[in-house]
């Protein structure tokens, strides 16, 4: 059930939306592709994004196996990363440093995750209320899979 509530938010984007929106940027639906978080649906959205008459400069993956999807769709289309095309995951999985470019990523505290999680369950087990949410404080790992966008010609 943790897992399912954890795609929902992600998927939702709740975070993400709202810090475009104090930018001043408007979230095109286009942009937005759903996935299952595998590195084959990661590249089926990415090949969708790509082949849109403006395709993104950047791309945000929900998580890292989706992000290498994304990095093989751009290879396999012929952009490059990251002078043409941005790419960002989400976990900092291990594998994450080994792609071709290292994939930049948002690392969130597993450790800590875990221990929050256990307490949580042994409170409910002890009948106990508990926070329904917890935020806790991720940190973006820049690697060389991200650049400023290019400026582009109309």
């Not at 475009?20 to 759903?34: R, S």
């Not at 690392?107 to 106990?128: D, F, I, N, T, Y």
């Not at 806790?136 to 582009?152: G, N, Q």
Request: aromatic share 2%; charged share 25%.
């Amino acid at each position: 059930m943790l897992a399912a509530i954890l795609a929902r938010e992600r998927r939702g984007g709740k975070q993400t939306r709202q810090a475009l929106q104090e930018q001043g940027i408007k979230v095109d639906p286009q942009l937005v592709v759903a996935s299952d978080y595998s590195v084959d649906s990661g590249q089926r959205a990415a090949e969708r994004l790509l082949s849109l008459d403006r395709s993104p400069t950047a791309i945000f993956a929900t998580n890292d196996l989706t992000a290498i999807g994304a990095l093989a769709a751009a290879e396999a289309a012929g952009v490059q990363v990251p002078r043409d095309l941005s790419v960002v995951g989400f976990d900092d999985i291990i594998f994450a440093r080994s792609t071709r470019p290292p994939l930049t990523t948002v690392s969130q505290p597993a450790l800590r995750l875990g221990e929050v999680a256990a307490e949580k369950l042994l409170h409910m087990v002890q009948g106990e209320a508990v926070a329904k949410e917890t935020i806790l404080e991720c940190s973006l790992i820049v690697r060389e899979s991200t650049a400023p966008p290019r400026v582009r010609s109309s």
